[in-house]
């Protein structure tokens, strides 16, 4: 299991350069709206696409309800990436979505 983060934790931090919100639900749920400047990439190509990722950066990953960006983190720190799971998903979010 990947170290957690507040969804409150995750409004104030979000402004940070070096932080970025990594959305992993599927194209139909972002449709619904995201966390704005969140990066957008499901679950099923995480691994395939880490590559894309800047490793100066810290991840938040965001699923519905925190199950899948968990296993998104667990993957990005394995391949040496910096990743936190915001805990309880957009479920628990409150803050703007786009």
């Known amino acids: 299991m990947a170290k ?3 969804p409150e934790q995750v409004e104030s931090k979000r402004k940070e ?3 970025q919100v990594l959305d992993v639900r599927t194209n139909e ?11 957008h990439i499901p679950l099923d ?3 395939e696409r880490v590559g894309e990722l800047d490793p100066n950066k810290e991840y938040i990953t965001v699923c519905r309800s925190g199950r899948r960006s968990d296993m998104a983190a667990d993957i990005m720190n394995d391949r040496g990436l910096n990743a936190l799971n915001m805990e309880g998903g957009m479920k628990a979010w409150t803050g703007e979505v786009r």
């Open 29 to 39: 749920e972002v449709a619904e709206g995201k966390i704005p400047e969140a990066l």
């Open 45 to 47: 190509e995480i691994e």
């Open 17 to 19: 350069n070096h932080i």
């Open 4 to 6: 957690t983060i507040q």
